[in-house]
């Protein structure tokens, strides 16, 4: 491993700052103070910084005359869950626990920023993006809506998730789909309400309710190509308040995951035929209202993710063949507006899963992050 020696020379108080941060978990877009502390460190490091989305920091370090701009994002929001571990910086938030790292990710960023304070000799424009609200609050979209693309011209973006069960010094590079999109959807199924004794009176819903959630199980193994992969859950059905009664309504809700735009376009489509069909069957009516709420997440320039990654851990610690995941990542709609490459750095094999009360982000890839990113300015700048 060719680790940058001045970042492993700040590990300890990298350390200490991960801490702290796990210690103060802060969730969504209400991430206040650790925006505080982020700002607090680019003051001290003297790196200029800007507020942008919603408790979001962006702060931009120039080095010569060159026009090219490489962002960073990372996250720095946590977890709605109690925390199970009991060393010194557990969480002391009751119901809030960083379970997925993001502590670390922040972090890692910061101490980029502290290695380019004292190391400018690149030539273009290096930008910090510390965004809050990754967990489902729409931290990207914030941060988008309010200029960011506007603001600068960037040429390309770099991300990365710290990965469980994925060794400590290895690095994941995915040549495509990185993570999954994200789509939710409601069925309204409506008939007519009545007595349970008289159901050729009324018009009851629940029988097209089973042939629509049957039938959208079918749709992954009969019309989504086997090469592909895609995911339909139903994760919600409500109707109903009698022991004796035939509802009108009946709400059925599920989650959709893909790892191609193509398959995501299939799916919406059959699940509206799926309904619309179950529905013509039984003389209901069928409304669905399907949101789109992440893209899938595209690597589109894996060639630099590659070299970057090789150039700190070694070729033979870097993995390409990792399945793409079914999570999402909003990271995602960047790769709508410029070039980048989201990776994946090991936590470890024996890692607890993210999102579980006993994770912790592993202090000793802090350094595996930021010397990848100073391995992309090397490459890019
Ligand atoms: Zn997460
Ligand atoms: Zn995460």
Known sequence: MALNSEVLALLDEMKEIRRNIHRNPEVGLETVETAKLIKSKLD???????????????????????????????????????????FAYKSQVQGRMH?????????????????????????????????????????????????????????????????????????AVHNGACMASEDRFEIYVTGKSGHASMPHVSNEPFAAVADIIKGLQSI???????????????????????????????????????????????IEESIGQVAKGAATMYGVKAELDYVRKHPVLVNSVPEIGLKAAEKVVGAENVVTDMESSMAAEDYAFFMKHTKGCYVWIGNGSDSAALHNSKYDFNDEILPVAASFFIAVIDELL
């Open 220 to 266: 992954i193994v009969r019309k989504v190509p086997s090469h592909e992969r895609g995911v339909i859950s139903i994760t919600q059905v409500h109707g109903g308040s009698m022991r004796n009664g035939i509802p009108d309504r009946v709400m059925v809700q599920g989650n959709v995951r893909t790892c191609n735009e193509d398959v995501q376009d299939l």
């Open 44 to 86: 001290e490091y003297g790196i200029p910084y800007s507020d942008c989305g919603v408790n979001s920091v962006v702060a931009e370090i120039k080095g010569g005359e060159g026009d090219t701009t490489v962002a960073f994002r990372v996250d720095f929001d946590a977890l709605e869950m109690e925390e199970e571990n009991d």
């Open 99 to 171: 379970a997925c790292g993001h502590d670390g990710h922040c972090t890692s960023l910061i101490a980029l920023a502290a290695y380019l304070s004292k190391n400018r000799d690149f030539n273009g424009t290096v930008l910090l993006l510390f965004q809050s609200g990754e967990e489902g609050y729409e931290g990207a979209l914030r941060v988008i809506e309010d200029g960011f693309f506007d603001k600068y011209k960037v040429d390309y973006m770099f991300g990365f998730h710290n990965w469980p069960g994925l060794e400590t010094g290895k690095i």
